[in-house]
Antibody, heavy 126, light 108 residues
Framework: QLQLQESGPGLVQPSETLSLTCTVS??????????WGWIRQPPGKGLEWIGS???????YYNPSLKSRVTISVDASMSQFFLKLTSLTAADTATYYC??????????????????WGQGTQVTVSS | EIVLTQSPGTLSLSPGERVTLSCRAS???????LAWYQQKPGQAPRLLVY???RRATGIPDRFSGSGSGTDFTLTISRLEPEDFAVYYC?????????FGGGTKVEIK
């Protein structure tokens, strides 16, 4: 059964960098059949897509966050990562990782998310 | 950026009722690349529908999606106690993936 699990610090100082890991079990990232993404949700608010990655390292990001975001992958470890720099209180949120729908090539964007990890809460505060 | 507007913000209903949730896009969503999710308190979202009308694996048939272009609907034919939650739509027709603000379905 496919499972995704986020991990990382729960509290980060303003202006610092957030580093999160998503560990995938029950599927192989190297199978090349899916993109993998990060989504966040501020407390009491809606969902915001951050960016996504393929096992080759190909990425695409939300333009509103692109200058501060790096997503990378270690397919051999079945992990992908999120780095978000220059944190402010506005980055306080639950951060989720998720698997995209099946990838059949650039002409068929099956870019929904299923399943999701349980989420990790990140607070930006001094 | 395609902005998705969900209405209403909150619905107060009783078990057994039929509910229709709306998701309106600021521009046409190509090829009906629209998904719906359910989120319960303290849980991650769960995929219900993709491709505007295709139920995800394991989703009961009381959930159905419809629509095209800029107007999409999620219908729950008969509310079960476990269906009280927040519902989000998401479009994936562009490289900038966006979500609606959500509709909360609460017990009346």
């Amino acid at each position: 059964q496919l499972q995704l699990q986020e991990s990382g610090p729960g509290l980060v100082q303003p202006s610092e960098t957030l580093s999160l890991t998503c560990t995938v079990s029950g599927d192989s990232i190297t199978r090349g059949s899916h993109y993998w993404g990060w989504i966040r949700q501020p407390p009491g608010k809606g969902l915001e897509w951050i960016g996504s990655i393929f096992y080759t390292g190909s990425t695409y990001y939300n333009p509103s966050l692109k200058s501060r975001v790096t997503i990378s992958v270690d397919a051999s470890m079945s992990q992908f990562f999120l780095k978000l720099t220059s944190l402010t209180a506005a980055d306080t949120a639950t951060y989720y990782c998720g698997r995209h729908g099946p990838y059949y090539g650039s002409g068929t964007p099956n870019n929904w998310f299923d399943p999701w990890g349980q989420g990790t809460q990140v607070t930006v505060s001094s | 950026e395609i902005v998705l507007t969900q209405s209403p913000g909150t619905l107060s209903l009783s078990p057994g009722e039929r509910v229709t949730l709306s998701c309106r896009a600021s521009q046409s969503v190509s090829s009906s690349y629209l998904a719906w999710y359910q989120q319960k308190p303290g849980q991650a979202p769960r995929l219900l529908v993709y491709g505007a009308s295709r139920r995800a694996t394991g989703i009961p048939d009381r959930f159905s999606g419809s629509g095209s272009g800029t107007d999409f609907t999620l219908t729950i034919s008969r509310l079960e106690p476990e269906d009280f939650a927040v519902y989000y739509c998401q479009q994936y027709g562009t490289s900038l993936l966006t979500f609606g603000g959500g509709t909360k379905v609460e017990i009346k």
